[in-house]
């Protein structure tokens, strides 16, 4: 086997069952870590198995919706279901947490995030080939499927929370992209463009450059315990120069507080002002 033939047989793979059983595992862990989300697993089993199901297949459920197709169709996959399902059991229910605590044994994690990153990449790419089977050369459609295929559960983190009886609008990720919802808008349009030959690399290459990216940067964060973006430089730089955005919140906050230690030490000055006025009105009194 040459060099050249590795991205083509790369792009190749199948994903079922173990790069889909790595992305299960990998979302159902993150549910579990979430805040309150062990509580809701003892309280109603039937609310913690239907969040790990948008968290395992929020993106089928999304795009469906945006191209008016069924949203429960992702439940005719019933071998997937049973593994997402079995997963889910494993990491709420096994006695003395040994499934969770096997997993989250750092070298096991890492091998899981990257296999579920490598997932990441065919989902964009399939959702992007459905929505031009929709809408022909229609880039903003193939753009949105793309995205919401691949970053589905991030999307839907809010209806997901609801499930569990929790309400943070302002986790919102359109108000806050995480990186990976950013990352997947990205390769959305890298591979809309590429779909529609206005990118001249091939879809094999593009797949195993885009899914390289994918692992070594989450890979990397993970060792380091990193939540920085690697794209805070371009996103300053861009929102500065198309929005002027400016980091002036924080120089604000410094000058409020500078304003209010200043006004509070005026007003113990006239306090005590005021007091050696009260005190020599006394004494004159006596």
């Known amino acids: 086997m040459e060099l050249w033939q590795v ?3 790369f792009s ?13 595992v990998a979302s159902v862990m993150a549910l579990k870590e979430q805040r309150g989300a062990v509580e809701v697993s003892l309280r109603s089993p039937v609310a913690c198995w239907f969040s ?12 469906s919706l945006m191209l008016a197709e069924p949203p429960v169709a992702f439940l005719a996959k019933g071998t997937n279901i049973l593994l997402a399902s079995t ?3 494993l990491v709420f229910y096994c006695p003395q947490d040994i499934f969770y605590q096997c997993f989250a044994f750092l070298p096991l994690r890492l091998l899981v995030a990257g296999m579920k990153e490598v997932t990441r990449t065919w989902k964009i790419t399939a959702g992007v080939a459905h929505a031009d089977s929709h809408f022909k050369d229609a880039w903003l459609v193939m753009v949105a499927v ?8 991030g999307l839907i983190s809010n209806f997901e929370q609801l499930v569990r009886g929790v309400w943070k609008p302002e986790t919102n990720e359109l108000l806050k992209m995480s990186y990976p919802v950013k990352v997947t808008l990205i390769g959305a349009v890298l ?3 590429q779909h529609s030959q206005y990118l001249p690399i091939a879809r094999h290459n593009l797949m195993f450059l885009y899914t390289v990216f994918l692992v070594v940067s989450k890979v990397t964060m993970m060792l380091t315990r990193s939540s920085a973006s690697p794209f805070a430089p371009f996103e300053a730089a861009l929102g500065h120069m198309f929005f002027g955005l400016q ?3 924080s120089k604000v906050k410094g000058e409020g507080a500078a304003t209010s230690n200043g006004s509070s030490v005026c007003d113990q000055s006239s306090s005590e002002q005021h007091c050696d006025v009260k005190k020599r009105q006394a004494k004159k009194t006596e």
């Open 7 to 9: 991205p083509l047989l």
């Open 12 to 24: 190749r793979l199948p994903m079922f069952p173990f790069f889909d059983l790595a992305h299960y």
């Open 52 to 63: 790990a199901m948008l968290y395992c297949f929020g993106g089928s459920v999304l795009s």
């Open 87 to 89: 997963v889910w059991y």
């Open 146 to 153: 793309g995205w919401a295929r691949g970053a589905g559960g």
């Open 191 to 193: 591979f809309t463009l």
């Open 247 to 249: 980091k002036t919140p």
